[in-house]
């Protein structure tokens, strides 16, 4: 929770925030986007790290550098240094997201992994609403308290991740760097986990696009004010929770993993497109907004889940969350700049809905990709 409070910290932040930077849309979007996106440059390195010593030992590495992150931003000049503080944070973020399905898995029965791994991916939902409520009641005292509140929770959830953990010993095979080596390279020349990371690079740039914008949507759009646009935002992102579980349930039930992709993602687009149609009712477009975070609930545990099919083993977990945290991640750094730039380009909201929805769209034979591999590893 306190690795997506990162994302949804800057949401509510961003119009205080772009009014006392004097930031462009388009540079507003780069400050959410840079925190997740440092995964596309290390998550491969961050799952062979979390392998070798131990996904406990990264989890705990992951808060205190979300705590260093924000830190540095919390006393920033100016813009520069914020997005060295996002790169600082986006490290942490990588190393919690590789880390946490391993502990998952290892904790939970083998039966029961699947549905263990649909409740892990509700971190992100639960953190990021928790977020979109308290960063509105912080934003009176300026945006640096935002981010000075969860250097704080980052601290202190270091804390109890060590106490929790203290003496949990590393995967013994995975003690040896050539073992590392050897899998890195068994992983990468696989066609699966890559299909599945850009499955998840598609989820991402229609997720975080829209959920990083939704606060300022509701605000120049429906005349919200930053309280309420954060609280309504807040209430989507805890819709996804269930989507996550339902998600979980689906893939224990071995409902095909290829339709919850390629289904989810264009129910995803197809509300997306409605949500931002500026000629659309407010009521409507936050009904579209609710189908919209359900459906994406849905994806993360499905994609997670394949780790079953296309990973060596259980103590090489943390590469294959490392090939998709690049796709993902991938997708959240572009995400929310091209939708920014989309909406500058062609004159409104309503064009980023469309563009949404061509993403949503295109998913799905990337989802009939999987199917077929799928079917020749007999998963």
């Known amino acids: 929770m306190v690795a997506s409070a990162q994302i949804a910290k800057v949401g509510p932040s961003l119009p205080i925030l772009r009014d006392e930077l004097g930031l462009s849309m388009f540079a507003g979007g780069w400050i959410a986007s840079l925190y997740p996106g440092t995964a596309v440059v290390i998550g491969l390195l961050g799952g062979a790290l979390a392998d070798r010593f131990g996904p406990h030992r990264a989890m705990v590495a992951a808060l205190l550098c979300i705590a260093a992150g924000a830190a540095l931003g919390s006393v920033a000049p100016g813009y520069d240094v914020l997005l060295v503080s996002r790169v600082v944070e986006g490290v942490g973020f990588v190393l919690m997201v590789v880390s946490g399905p391993a502990l998952t898995m290892q904790a939970a029965q083998p039966a029961d992994r699947e549905l263990g791994l649909g409740l892990w991916t509700m971190f992100m939902p639960l953190g990021l609403t928790a977020m979109y409520i308290l960063a509105p009641l912080l934003l009176g005292e300026g945006w640096r308290l935002v981010w000075q509140v969860n250097v704080g929770l980052a601290l202190v959830m270091a804390l109890c991740v060590f106490a929790a953990t203290r003496g949990h010993a590393r995967n013994p095979a995975a003690r040896e760097p050539e073992r590392i080596w050897r899998d890195l390279k068994a992983m990468v020349v696989k066609p699966g986990p890559w299909l599945l990371s850009a499955c998840f690079g598609m989820f991402a740039i229609q997720f975080a696009s829209i959920m990083t914008w939704m606060p300022t949507f509701l605000v120049e759009v429906h005349g919200r004010t930053v309280g309420a646009a954060g609280a309504l935002t807040a209430v989507l992102a805890m ?82 969350n490392g090939v998709l945290i690049h796709g993902a991640n991938m997708g959240v750094l572009v995400g929310p700049p091209l939708l920014g730039a989309v909406n500058t380009a062609f004159g409104g909201w309503s064009s980023g809905g469309v563009y949404v929805l061509a993403l949503g769209l295109a998913a799905f034979p990337l989802a009939l990709a999987v199917r077929a591999v799928e079917r020749r590893l007999g998963g």
Not at 272 to 285: E, K
Not at 310 to 318: E, K, L
């Open 239 to 320: 819709i996804h929770a269930p989507g996550s579980f339902l998600g979980g349930w689906m893939m224990r039930r071995r409902v095909p993993r290829w339709q919850v992709i390629g289904c989810g993602s264009a129910i995803m687009g197809v509300s997306a497109a409605v949500t931002f149609n500026t000629g659309v009712p407010l009521l409507i477009g936050l009904i579209a907004a609710a189908v919209f975070s359900l459906a994406a609930g849905t994806l993360p545990p499905s994609l997670i889940a394949g780790a079953r099919v296309h990973a060596p083993g259980v103590g090489q977990v943390g590469l294959f």
